[in-house]
C-alpha cells in the first residue's frame, strides 16, 4: 500500500481538530486521519455537535469529513497506515518532581513517541505539532531510533500559530507557517514532503524553512512576545488609574507608531488561554536550567504582571463597593478566555470568581459559550454560583456586573432593562472595554472602565 499521501495526526484537540480539518480541506488528494484516546471527544468529532466552538469549523468538517478526513481511536492503524504522522497531544505544565509548576510536562508527548516505535513498519516523517521546548526534537529522534526494526523516523518541527475563536481564519489564511528540519539530506526531504502539504493553498513566501531548533524556540518565543505585549499594556493601565490618562487613548497613540504596531495592546483582566503561562513558564525554565538568570526574570514578570493585573481588577471592585461584596450579588458575563470560543483555560474569570468568593459574594456567571466548562472548572470551589443562559436573568438583583469576555453581543444588551433590575447603587467594571461608558453612566450605573477614571454617581472616596 502506497502510504505517502496519508496523514496521521495523534491528538484532537483544539490544534488538532481544526489543523487537519483545514489540511484535509485544502488538500483532496491527501488522506487524513485523527486519532485520540479520548473516545467522547472522537464520537463528538463524528457528530454534529463538534467537541469545540470554533467559528466556521462546522463547514469545514463537513465538507471533508466522510470524504479524506476521518475521526478515528484506532492509533495503531493510524500509525501503520501514514507516512506523514503530526504529533498534537497536549502539553501542559509539569504539576509534580523536579520543574513542577514551570517545565513542559512531556509524558502524553513521549507515549505517543513510543507507540509510533510500536507500531510503525516502515520509515515516518514524524511532525511535532504540539508546542515543545527547544531540544525536544533531539530526544523524540532518539527515542523512535531506539527501535530494532531498522526503520528511520525524520523528526519535523511545525509549530501552529493560529488562535482560538480565529483558527479557521488563521489556518486558511497564515501569516506564516514555519517548518524546521535537521540540516541533512533526509532532513530536508522530509521538510520538502511537508512544504508541498501547505504549498496546496499557502502562497511559498509565507513558507519558512529554518533548522528544528529555531523551529522550536520560534514558537515559545512568539507566544511570549505577544503576552508580554499585553503584559506591558496592562501595567500601563494600572497607571492610568492613578493619572486620569486613559490607556485606549495611549494603546492608540502608541500603536500608530508603525514600530509598534496596534495589535495586541488591548488592555483587560489580563491574558488567559492554555498556552501563554505554560509556554512563557517552559521557557523560563529552560533559561535557569541553561543559568541564563537574568533572561529567564526578564520572561517570568510577564506571568507576575498578569496576576497583578486580576488581583488589581478585584482589589478595585472590592474598594469601591464599600470594601465589602460579602452576601452581595455579582454577575459575571463572560467565563470564555476570549471571545468567540467555549474554551476556558487559564481563564482570568476563574481566578477573579474565586477571589470573589473569598469574599463571600454571590456569583451568577453568564457566558454564550463556556457554561459547561465554568462549571467545571468551580466544581467543589466553596461558595454560592449559579448559573445563567440569559443575562438580564443573570444581573436581576445583582449589585455589580463585571465584564470579564470580550464578547460582541454584551455591548447590544438593554442596559436600561438591565439597570433597573439590579440592586442600587449599581456598578458595571467593564474589565474589557466594549460597553459604551457614557451611556451607562447616563443610565445611572456607576461605571469602572478599565485603565481610565470611573463614572461614578457617587460622592468621591477620601
Ligand atoms: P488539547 O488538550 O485540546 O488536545 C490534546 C489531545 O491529545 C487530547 O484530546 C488528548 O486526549 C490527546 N492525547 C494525549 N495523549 C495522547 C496519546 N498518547 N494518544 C492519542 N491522543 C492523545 O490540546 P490543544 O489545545 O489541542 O494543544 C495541543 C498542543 O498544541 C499543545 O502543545 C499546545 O501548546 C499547542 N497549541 C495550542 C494552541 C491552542 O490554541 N489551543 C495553539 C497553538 C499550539
Ligand atoms: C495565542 C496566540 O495568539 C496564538 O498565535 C498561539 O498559536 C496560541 O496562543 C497558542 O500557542 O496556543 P490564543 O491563546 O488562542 O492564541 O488567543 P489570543 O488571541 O492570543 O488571546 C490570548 C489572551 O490574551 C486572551 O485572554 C485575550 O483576551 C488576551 N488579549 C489578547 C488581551 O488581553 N489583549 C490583547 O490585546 C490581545
Given at each position: 500500500m502506497d502510504t505517502s499521501k496519508n496523514i496521521l495526526c495523534i491528538g484532537a484537540g483544539y490544534v488538532g481538530g481544526p489543523t487537519m480539518a483545514v489540511i484535509a480541506d485544502k488538500c483532496p488528494d491527501y488522506k487524513v486521519t485523527v486519532v485520540d484516546l479520548n473516545k467522547e471527544r472522537i464520537d463528538a468529532w463524528n457528530s454534529d455537535v463538534l467537541p469545540i466552538y470554533e467559528?466556521?469549523?462546522?463547514?469545514?468538517?463537513?465538507?471533508?469529513?466522510?470524504?479524506?478526513?476521518?475521526?478515528?481511536?484506532?492509533?495503531?492503524?493510524?500509525?501503520?497506515?501514514?507516512?506523514?504522522?503530526?504529533?498534537?497531544?497536549?502539553?501542559?505544565?509539569?504539576?509534580?518532581?523536579?520543574?513542577?509548576?514551570?517545565?513542559?510536562?512531556?509524558?502524553?508527548?513521549?507515549?505517543?513517541?513510543?507507540?509510533?516505535?510500536?507500531?510503525?513498519?516502515?520509515?515516518?516523517?514524524?511532525?511535532?505539532?504540539?508546542?515543545?521546548?527547544?531540544?525536544?526534537?533531539?530526544?523524540?529522534?532518539?527515542?523512535?531510533?531506539?527501535n530494532d526494526k531498522g526503520l528511520h523516523f525524520e523528526v519535523i518541527s511545525n509549530p501552529e500559530f493560529m488562535a482560538e475563536g480565529t483558527a479557521v481564519g488563521d489556518l486558511e489564511n497564515p501569516d506564516r507557517v514555519?517548518?524546521?528540519?535537521?540540516?541533512?539530506?533526509?532532513?530536508?526531504?522530509?521538510?520538502?514532503?511537508?512544504?508541498?502539504?501547505?504549498?496546496?493553498?499557502?502562497?511559498?513566501?509565507?513558507?519558512?524553512?529554518?533548522?528544528?531548533?529555531?523551529?522550536?524556540?520560534?514558537?515559545?518565543?512568539?507566544?511570549?512576545?505577544?503576552?508580554?505585549?499585553?503584559?506591558?499594556?496592562?501595567?500601563?493601565?494600572?497607571?492610568?488609574?492613578?493619572?486620569?490618562?486613559?490607556?485606549?487613548?495611549?494603546?492608540?497613540?502608541?500603536g500608530m507608531d508603525t514600530r509598534i504596531g496596534a495589535k495586541f495592546l488591548r488592555a483587560g483582566v489580563g491574558f488567559g488561554g492554555s498556552c501563554f503561562k505554560k509556554d512563557i513558564l517552559n521557557m523560563v525554565y529552560l533559561c535557569r536550567y541553561y543559568n541564563l538568570h537574568p533572561v529567564a526574570d526578564y520572561w517570568e514578570q510577564v506571568v507576575i504582571m498578569n496576576e497583578f493585573q486580576e488581583k488589581r481588577f478585584v482589589r478595585r471592585a472590592v474598594s469601591n463597593m464599600f470594601n465589602t461584596v460579602a452576601g452581595k450579588k455579582i454577575a459575571l458575563f463572560g467565563f470564555a478566555f476570549k471571545a468567540d470560543t467555549?474554551?476556558?483555560?487559564e481563564a482570568p474569570a476563574i481566578y477573579i470568581s474565586k477571589m470573589l468568593l473569598e469574599e463571600h459574594a454571590v456569583l451568577s456567571i453568564h457566558d454564550p459559550q463556556a457554561l459547561p466548562n465554568a462549571k467545571k472548572d468551580?466544581?467543589?470551589?466553596?461558595?454560592?454560583?449559579?448559573?445563567?443562559?440569559?443575562?438580564?436573568?443573570?444581573?436581576?438583583?445583582?449589585?455589580?456586573?463585571?465584564?470579564?469576555t470580550e464578547w460582541?453581543?454584551?455591548?447590544?444588551?438593554?442596559?436600561?432593562?438591565?439597570?433597573?433590575?439590579?440592586?442600587?447603587?449599581?456598578?458595571?467594571?467593564?474589565?474589557?472595554?466594549?460597553?459604551?461608558?457614557?451611556?451607562?453612566?447616563?443610565?445611572?450605573?456607576?461605571?469602572?472602565?478599565?485603565?481610565?477614571?470611573?463614572?461614578?454617581?457617587?460622592?468621591?472616596?477620601?
Open positions: 467559528p466556521g469549523l462546522d463547514e469545514v468538517v463537513k465538507r471533508a469529513r466522510g470524504k479524506n478526513l476521518f475521526f478515528s481511536t484506532d492509533v495503531a492503524s493510524g500509525i501503520k497506515n501514514s507516512k506523514i504522522i503530526f504529533v498534537s497531544v497536549n502539553t501542559p505544565t509539569k504539576t509534580f518532581g523536579e520543574g513542577a509548576g514551570m517545565a513542559a510536562n512531556l509524558e502524553y508527548w513521549e507515549k505517543t513517541a513510543r507507540n509510533i516505535v510500536e507500531f510503525a513498519e516502515e520509515d515516518k516523517i514524524v511532525i511535532e505539532k504540539s508546542t515543545l521546548p527547544v531540544r525536544t526534537a533531539e530526544a523524540m529522534h532518539r527515542i523512535l531510533e531506539s514555519l517548518i524546521g528540519s535537521m540540516e541533512n539530506e533526509h532532513g530536508r526531504k522530509a521538510q520538502q514532503d511537508i512544504v508541498d502539504i501547505y504549498a496546496n493553498w499557502v502562497p511559498v513566501e509565507k513558507i519558512l524553512t529554518t533548522n528544528v531548533w529555531s523551529s522550536e524556540l520560534s514558537k515559545l518565543a512568539s507566544n511570549a512576545m505577544l503576552a508580554q505585549r499585553i503584559s506591558s499594556v496592562n501595567s500601563i493601565s494600572a497607571l492610568c488609574e492613578k493619572t486620569d490618562a486613559d490607556i485606549r487613548e495611549v494603546s492608540k497613540a502608541m467555549g474554551d476556558t483555560r468551580l466544581q467543589g470551589v466553596e461558595g454560592s454560583i449559579e448559573y445563567c443562559e440569559d443575562p438580564y436573568e443573570c444581573a436581576d438583583g445583582a449589585h455589580a456586573i463585571m465584564i470579564l460582541k453581543q454584551f455591548s447590544e444588551l438593554d442596559y436600561k432593562k438591565i439597570y433597573e433590575s439590579m440592586m442600587k447603587p449599581a456598578f458595571i467594571f467593564d474589565g474589557r472595554n466594549i460597553l459604551h461608558h457614557k451611556e451607562l453612566f447616563e443610565i445611572g450605573f456607576n461605571v469602572f472602565p478599565l485603565g481610565t477614571k470611573e463614572l461614578t454617581q457617587l460622592p468621591p472616596m477620601d
